[in-house]
């Protein structure tokens, strides 16, 4: 299930000699972000220039998450969050509403079924999202995913479904209890938010050549180098994946400077003491 290319003298990840050493050379670079989120944007349109259904688009795009999570493992990656249904897809038509859901109640099945092949690479998967709007069978399945993989530490997949950063925030908001209310912080609200246990989000990636977050990840993105790369989703391929990694590489001392600079900002200044 976990396999890229499949190319001649490929490995366990699908890839083959010159992809190994570019990883490896990717590698001797600069930092590789701990965790890339991905905004999976351009199904419907890939479906629409090749004239087939919106739904192929979405079957499509799902082959190439399961690609882009070998990928990213094999580089190191240990955590990825992707944009899989907004709150506002709901709004979209019925028709397509109904094929993203069934295509997920269709593909998680066939993962609990290889339950044994994440266990062996170690992902853990979480749910991020409003629960009580997922069909109860849907949610059902999604829980079971979490708890089969709870305990798998070599890679997080967080997958937002039901989503938008907007509500997550407004849901961190209800959480917090009366005597916490008198005293909001920062950190408090961090910790009442669906990624609290999450590794800071390094790279934001949107494909499809869209600029702009669509209300995602919107708190945990102060300090993420953005990239919005131009294929559609259904299209990402392992080159554009380097692409990213080594736009990332590029920014990264400027990124760490301005972390750098907030932490200082948040520390308390010393008082200077008054000469008599």
Sequence with gaps: MFTGSGES??????????????????RRGSAVPKHIAFIMDGNRRFARDLSQ?????????????????????????????????SIDNFKRPQEEVDGLLDLARSKIPLILNEAHQLQRMGVR???????????????????????????????????CFAYTSTQEICDAVNKIGREEAKRVTKELLEAKLYTSNSNPVDLVIRTSGEVRLSDFLLWQSQFSCLCFSTPYWPKFSLWDFYGAIRYYQ????????????YKLLQQPQPHSQSIS
């Design 9 to 26: 003298g490929s490995d366990k990840y699908g890839l083959c000699w010159y992809h190994k050493l570019i990883m490896r050379m990717i």
């Design 250 to 261: 590029s920014h990264y001392s400027e990124i760490e400077s301005a972390r750098l600079k």
């Design 53 to 85: 259904r919106v739904i192929t688009g979405h079957m499509q795009g799902f082959e190439t998450l399961i690609n882009v999570l070998s990928w990213a493992l094999e580089l190191g990656v240990k955590e990825i969050t992707v944009y899989a249904f």
């Design 125 to 159: 998967i979480n749910l991020f999202g409003c629960r009580d709007l997922i069909p109860a069978q849907l949610r059902a399945d999604f829980e079971c995913l979490e708890e089969r993989t709870k305990c798998n530490s070599e890679q997080v997949l967080n997958v």
